[in-house]
Every structure is written in structure tokens, then in C-alpha cells.
């Protein structure tokens, strides 16, 4: 309904009702929460973001909750609707350069696999010399809360510090694993278990963590780009919550909604003073209507003015607030 944010979609989400409702019940982006966007404090990192949004719009699935493949799922269509747009901006670093690439993705590029495994837990198994028993890691699939602990623990400058790979990668890892089952011992403590992996060589942990951020269900990584350095062909990671939990994706900041940001909040103003809307509820409008209401004030305003032989009218004699000028 055109002015109205409050009405709920259910829409079927890629986790397919492995730990919560299948469906999620969500409403279109209001003015209001789409502020976020601009927030630094709402909006530090991605997952951040993800779930300042959510907490707004959805209604029946705590946003802490979702798992990483069903956020990312849920953004591209709430961020699609409510701006109008067909694609979004990502930025990927080559495997080989280390190059920094912003590429336009479209959204129906973007395949999407639904849950078939009702599997709560997840297993790896380590390998490697040294090991006299099997190890196995016993995980559960990546959410935003895991995101907002290992964002905690890392910095954005560690990233790039080869002293701290290990210290970040575990402090990845550490959130998803439920415990690590050595023969027919299961270690569960969480000291114990960091233990056990601090005690392991890098590459093993990297081995880890190559699995873990992986979802068997969600939007999957089947496009790839060309490097504008080195021309090497890397494939997209739409699931990185490491990058996610620390940074602020370029899949928000390169669209057109920052350069409009203060235009949308004046015409808000605009609304309250000449008696059309009051703030509150211009607030409350969604976001993928806002154009349209805008554009018809001007059309409406344009013709008043065609119509006026006096010479124009200004936007508060169009509205009454003041009588028109002889």
C-alpha cells in the first residue's frame, strides 16, 4: 500500500527452515531505518549494518540470529526494491595482485541453492603429519552474532599484518566451533579448544578456515572477474563474514543513495512545513516510494505553475501558507 511500511512479507529463506521459520516475515525499508546506511555507528561493518536493518524490518527471526546466507539473501532484495536498481558495487581483492577491484554485480547474475541438509552441526576433519588420532572440528554454519564477536577481537589493521594471521583466524573460527572430537573424546571447554588449535601449524588452522565461512546453502559464488592489474581470474566471495564482521562493504557505500541522502531528508522537512506530511510519517515511508511521491509534488507544482498566467507560483503559495503575489 503506497505510503504504508507497515505491511509484512513472508519470504522463503535459502536456510529452508533449518533453525528458525522457514519464511522470514519482512517489511519494505522505511525512510527511517534506511538513515542507517549513512551511520557510522549503526553501520561500522557490514554485519553491523545487516543487523541495525533487520532489527527494523524483520519481524519474526531475531537479526543476531540469521545465518550469514540468509542476511546476505534478505539484503539483496530489500536493498534491490528500495532503491530500484538492478545491480550493487562490490569490492574483491585478486588472490594473486592483491589488487582492490570494484565490480558491478547484476542481481539476477546471483544463483541461489535452498537448504536440503537438516544436519544442525557441521564436521571437519583435520589432516595432516604429526596428527595420531582423528581430529574433528564440529561446527555450526556462520551467523551474524559470530560475526559480532570475531569483529570484536580484530582490527582492520591486523588484517594486514602477517604477525597476527593465526591470532585472527582463531579468533574467526573460535564462535562457530561447538566442540572438537578427538576419537571418542570431545573436547568442550573453550579454552581447551583453543588450546588444541593454537597447538596446531598455520596451515592446518588456514585448512579450517577455508571451511568454515563456507554455507552449503545461499547465494553462491558461481561468477567470477577478471583483475584490472593482473587480469587473473577470481571468483566472487559473496560469503566472506570475516571481511564483513570488520569492514564496511563497498556493496552500500557506491550507490547513489549517499549523494541523495540530504536532498531525501529535506524534502522531508519540505513535507512537515507546508502541511503534507508530518516528519514522523515521511519517516515512515518506503523508501522505494519516496521517488515516486516526490515526482508527483514537482509534476503537481509544475503544472500549477504552467496553469498561472500571474507568472509561477512558489511552493508556499502552491500550498496555501502564503497568498499569491500581484
Same mark, same amino acid.
Given at each position: 500500500m503506497l505510503g504504508n511500511s507497515s505491511f509484512y512479507r513472508s519470504i522463503l529463506l535459502p536456510s529452508n527452515g533449518l533453525e528458525y521459520s522457514q519464511f522470514a516475515q519482512i517489511k519494505k525499508l522505511p525512510v527511517g531505518a534506511a538513515a542507517a546506511l549513512e551511520d557510522t555507528f549503526l553501520a561500522g561493518s557490514q554485519t553491523e549494518l545487516f543487523a541495525s536493518i533487520f532489527s527494523c524490518i524483520l519481524k519474526n527471526i531475531p537479526a543476531e540470529e540469521l545465518f550469514w546466507a540468509d542476511a546476505f539473501y534478505l539484503w539483496t532484495l530489500v536493498f534491490s526494491e528500495a532503491f530500484k536498481i538492478n545491480n550493487?558495487?562490490? /569490492? &574483491?581483492?585478486?588472490?594473486?595482485?592483491?589488487? *582492490?577491484?570494484?565490480?558491478?554485480?547484476? %542481481?539476477?547474475?546471483?544463483?541461489?541453492? %535452498?537448504?536440503? *541438509?537438516?544436519?544442525? %552441526? /557441521?564436521?571437519?576433519?583435520?589432516?595432516?603429519?604429526? /596428527? &595420531?588420532?582423528?581430529?574433528?572440528?564440529?561446527y555450526e554454519r556462520r551467523k551474524l552474532k559470530h560475526n559480532f564477536i570475531s569483529g570484536l577481537e580484530t582490527t582492520g589493521a591486523e588484517l594486514n599484518n602477517s604477525k597476527h594471521t593465526k591470532e585472527i583466524i582463531l579468533a574467526f573460527i573460535k564462535p562457530q566451533i561447538k566442540f572438537i572430537q578427538i576419537g571418542k573424546e570431545k573436547i568442550l571447554k573453550a579454552d581447551e579448544i583453543v588450546d588444541l588449535l593454537d597447538n596446531l601449524k598455520l596451515k592446518q588452522i588456514k585448512d579450517i578456515f577455508k571451511v568454515l565461512p563456507k554455507s552449503d546453502f545461499g547465494a553462491q559464488e558461481n561468477l567470477s572477474f577478471s583483475c584490472t592489474e593482473c587480469e587473473k581470474i577470481n571468483r566472487f566471495e559473496f560469503n566472506?563474514?570475516?571481511v564483513s564482521a570488520i569492514y564496511n562493504s563497498e556493496f552500500v557505500n557506491e550507490q547513489e543513495y549517499f549523494k541523495n541522502f540530504k536532498t531525501l531528508l529535506e524534502t522531508g522537512f519540505y513535507f512537515n512545513k507546508f502541511g503534507l506530511m508530518k516528519f514522523d510519517s515521511f519517516l515512515e515511508l518506503p523508501m522505494s516510494e519516496v521517488q515516486t511521491i516526490m515526482q508527483v509534488a514537482k509534476e503537481t507544482l509544475e503544472r500549477a505553475n504552467g496553469s498561472n498566467k500571474g507568472g509561477g507560483l512558489t511552493p508556499e503559495e502552491f500550498f496555501g501558507i502564503a497568498p499569491p503575489v500581484e
Open positions: 550493487f558495487t562490490m /569490492l &574483491q581483492s585478486c588472490d594473486k595482485c592483491g589488487k *582492490n577491484n570494484s565490480i558491478k554485480v547484476p %542481481f539476477e547474475k546471483i544463483s541461489v541453492l %535452498f537448504n536440503t *541438509n537438516k544436519e544442525k %552441526f /557441521l564436521k571437519y576433519h583435520i589432516s595432516g603429519e604429526g /596428527l &595420531q588420532k582423528n581430529i574433528f572440528v564440529v566472506n563474514p570475516l
